[in-house]
């Protein structure tokens, strides 16, 4: 089993930032891909922004240049620095651990709301 477990989510001002974390644990081997989904009210879960194992990142176009991927391989975490946030970014954000030994997993989601 992998747990895996989000916070930073909140209620931010167009324009602001905000930072969110995600961390695995539990059977943690061989962690290959990990990123970012949202889910706005009405719409599909999307990819943000997600990271392989060996660097390689890729974002969502509404997102480039705002939005920043990090991991600490470590730590088996992995991070998404928001900035220059917009209303249209209110989702939930989830994040997304692939384990190549024990498939996908996904946080409980964090509430990202962008509204003045």
């Known amino acids: 089993q992998v747990q895996v477990v989000e916070s930073g989510g909140g209620l931010v001002q167009p324009g602001g930032s905000l930072r969110l974390s995600c961390a695995a644990s539990?059977?943690?081997?061989?962690?290959?891909?990990m990123g970012w989904y949202r889910q706005a009210p009405g719409k599909q879960r999307e990819l943000v922004a997600g990271?392989?194992?060996?660097?390689?990142?890729n974002y969502a176009d509404s997102v480039k240049g705002r939005f920043t991927i990090s991991r600490d391989n470590a730590k088996t975490a992995v991070y998404l620095q928001m900035n220059s946030l917009k209303p249209e970014d209110t989702a939930v954000y989830y994040c997304?651990?692939?384990?190549?030994?024990?498939?996908?997993?996904w946080g409980q989601g964090t509430q990202v709301t962008v509204s003045s």
């Open positions: 539990g059977r943690t081997f061989r962690i290959n891909n």
């Open positions: 997304y651990v692939q384990s190549r030994l024990y498939g996908d997993f």
């Open positions: 990271s392989s194992s060996d660097g390689n990142t």
